[in-house]
């Protein structure tokens, strides 16, 4: 098991924008993965996308340059 | 048998659209319910069918895509949550029910007012009689791309033009030419297109989709579990999830994706060359027959691979189970849902035979079909004369 990471955590507001987001970032070899979103967060679905908090700004403008949607983002220990 | 039904399902599919469905059967969880590998693998295969299907029509976003279980069901989602009181929509003769009976109901309860373009003997309907009937009030028109009982294809094109000239919304039911004809939303100024997996696109039945232009609102049919928004105790706003409450048909999506890709492989133009040449060829091959009625416009060459006919007064049923216990040839007799189109073509009573062809049907088959109703026709319509 992994100790908690620095992260941020990207959440959408339905699962299709999930799945857009997710295919983008794995094409584009960005880092990060789906995660369950967690329960101190509040979401209108149910996945996000976690990865290193440092990468947040370069996976946002990727997703906004791509005109692709998500609801809001987070950082946290995770 | 020789299969010629597939105006009313493709019943040979290609071995891809079975192996996705059973893999999806092995694999599948429940789509937006989880992050399990199961769910997930599901979630991804959805979205994927959306995207593709947005890219074969042209839908201007894959969340525009809403799964349906047939062009009915995309239908009875579209009449039912567009129109407020007082609108005046526009459908025609050609009409499938899956049309008819969703806006004659409103009709009845005084929601909508309905005006039915006229087909002519051939079975089209003309440009300027659409235009005649639009009124201040006219919020859509609702029109099929091809008649499922004659095969008339109709010039969506310039319909479309003249709706997106008036604001009118622009609905067609593409069930009878999804696979079979290429449609482009954007080209065609479709604003809502309702589709059918099981028949062109080769898919498992219970699949279907209704593909929308932005910002078309409409009220949802049913509301329930989206996998999103769950604490919110209204259906959310955005697509698809406004339109798609409950566990979607994912082993038939993954079929219809199936289907989908076989047609793109394929090409559709080839498909559709190939379905004209047997129509084409069927036609040429018992026209001269006696007795024999055949309806629709076969002056063109762009049609649905229909051709429906009657051999003299003789009752269509009669000649549709001769064709299946004697020669083992499927097709369909009677009413086709269609009871206007049947109604202009003064075939009420007798119903009508209809043959219809899909890609996986051979010119063999084609001969060996005219050859049966030849036989047919020499023998049913001597003794009726007897």
Same mark, same amino acid.
């Given at each position: 098991?992994?100790?908690?990471?620095?992260?941020?955590?990207?959440?959408?507001?339905?699962?299709?924008?999930?799945?857009?987001?997710?295919?983008?970032?794995?094409?584009?070899?960005?880092?990060?993965?789906?995660?369950?979103?967690?329960?101190?967060?509040?979401?209108?679905?149910?996945?996000?996308?976690?990865?290193?908090?440092?990468?947040?700004?370069?996976?946002?403008?990727?997703?906004?340059?791509?005109?692709?949607?998500?609801?809001?983002?987070?950082?946290?220990?995770? | 048998?020789?299969?010629?039904?597939?105006?009313?399902?493709? !019943?040979?599919?290609?071995?891809?659209?079975?192996? =996705?469905?059973?893999?999806?059967?092995?694999?599948?969880?429940?789509?937006?319910?989880?992050?399990?590998?199961?769910?997930?693998?599901?979630?991804?295969?959805?979205?994927?069918?959306?995207?593709?299907?947005?890219?074969?029509?042209?839908?201007?976003?894959?969340?525009?895509?809403?799964?349906?279980?047939? =062009?009915?069901?995309?239908?009875?989602?579209?009449?039912?949550?567009?129109?407020?009181?007082?609108?005046?929509?526009?459908?025609?003769?050609?009409?499938?029910?899956?049309?008819?009976?969703?806006?004659?109901?409103?009709?009845?309860?005084?929601?909508?007012?309905?005006?039915?373009?006229?087909?002519?003997?051939?079975?089209?309907?003309?440009?300027?009689?659409?235009?005649?009937?639009?009124?201040? &009030?006219?919020? =859509?028109?609702?029109?099929?791309? +091809?008649?499922?009982?004659?095969?008339?294809?109709?010039?969506?094109?310039?319909?479309?033009?003249?709706?997106?000239?008036?604001?009118?919304?622009?609905?067609?039911?593409?069930?009878?030419?999804?696979?079979?004809?290429?449609?482009?939303?954007?080209?065609?100024?479709?604003?809502?297109?309702?589709?059918?997996?099981?028949?062109?696109?080769?898919?498992?039945?219970?699949?279907?989709?209704?593909?929308?232009?932005?910002?078309?609102?409409?009220?949802?049919?049913?509301?329930?579990?989206?996998?999103?928004?769950?604490?919110?105790?209204?259906?959310?706003?955005?697509?698809?999830?406004?339109?798609?409450?409950?566990?979607?048909?994912?082993?038939?999506?993954?079929?219809?994706?199936?289907?989908?890709?076989?047609?793109?492989?394929?090409?559709?133009?080839?498909?559709?060359?190939?379905?004209?040449?047997?129509?084409?060829?069927?036609?040429?091959?018992?026209?001269?027959?006696?007795?024999?009625?055949?309806?629709?416009?076969?002056?063109?060459?762009?049609? =649905?691979?229909?051709?429906?006919?009657?051999?003299?007064?003789?009752?269509?049923?009669?000649?549709?189970?001769?064709?299946?216990?004697?020669?083992?040839?499927?097709?369909?007799?009677? +009413?086709?849902?269609?009871?206007? !189109?049947?109604?202009?073509?003064?075939?009420?009573?007798?119903?009508?035979?209809?043959?219809?062809? &899909?890609?996986?049907?051979?010119?063999?088959?084609?001969?060996?079909?005219?050859?049966?109703?030849?036989?047919?026709?020499?023998?049913?319509?001597?003794? +009726?004369?007897?």
């Amino acid at each position: 098991m992994k100790l908690k990471e620095d992260s941020v955590v990207i959440t959408f507001t339905s699962t299709t924008d999930a799945m857009a987001a997710e295919l983008f970032f794995n094409k584009k070899a960005l880092r990060g993965r789906l995660i369950p979103v967690p329960t101190s967060i509040t979401a209108g679905c149910g996945m996000a996308w976690k990865a290193p908090a440092e990468d947040r700004d370069e996976l946002l403008t990727a997703l906004r340059r791509e005109g692709l949607r998500y609801d809001k983002d987070y950082r946290m220990l995770l | 048998m020789i299969y010629l039904d597939n105006a009313a399902t493709t !019943m040979q599919k290609p071995r891809g659209v079975i192996e =996705a469905v059973v893999q999806a059967m092995k694999t599948a969880g429940n789509a937006a319910r989880g992050m399990g590998e199961a769910a997930l693998w599901s979630s991804r295969l959805i979205f994927e069918v959306r995207v593709q299907v947005a890219t074969f029509f042209n839908v201007s976003r894959p969340d525009h895509v809403i799964f349906t279980s047939n =062009a009915t069901e995309a239908l009875n989602i579209v009449l039912n949550g567009l129109f407020i009181r007082g609108d005046h929509v526009i459908t025609t003769d050609l009409e499938h029910n899956a049309v008819l009976r969703p806006l004659y109901r409103l009709q009845e309860r005084g929601d909508i007012m309905l005006s039915i373009v006229p087909a002519d003997s051939c079975g089209n309907i003309h440009l300027d009689v659409v235009e005649s009937l639009i009124r201040s &009030s006219t919020r =859509a028109i609702v029109i099929t791309h +091809a008649s499922n009982l004659t095969g008339n294809v109709v010039d969506v094109r310039r319909i479309g033009q003249l709706a997106r000239a008036r604001d009118i919304l622009f609905v067609v039911d593409a069930a009878q030419t999804a696979g079979s004809m290429p449609i482009d939303m954007e080209n065609l100024h479709i604003d809502v297109l309702c589709v059918t997996g099981h028949k062109g696109l080769f898919g498992p039945q219970g699949t279907g989709c209704l593909c929308l232009r932005e910002g078309i609102d409409i009220r949802p049919f049913k509301v329930g579990g989206t996998g999103v928004q769950s604490f919110s105790k209204t259906q959310p706003q955005t697509y698809p999830e406004r339109l798609e409450a409950g566990t979607l048909n994912t082993h038939g999506i993954a079929g219809l994706a199936a289907g989908i890709s076989f047609v793109q492989s394929t090409g559709i133009e080839k498909i559709h060359r190939h379905e004209m040449s047997l129509t084409r060829r069927f036609y040429d091959g018992v026209v001269s027959l006696p007795d024999i009625q055949i309806y629709g416009d076969f002056s063109v060459d762009d049609r =649905a691979p229909i051709v429906a006919l009657n051999l003299g007064k003789i009752d269509s049923a009669i000649v549709a189970d001769i064709l299946s216990t004697t020669y083992g040839i499927a097709t369909r007799a009677g +009413a086709h849902c269609a009871p206007r !189109m049947h109604e202009v073509l003064g075939t009420v009573s007798q119903g009508a035979v209809r043959f219809s062809f &899909s890609w996986f049907n051979t010119e063999d088959e084609v001969d060996r079909a005219i050859e049966a109703l030849r036989d047919i026709s020499q023998h049913l319509v001597s003794n +009726a004369h007897d």
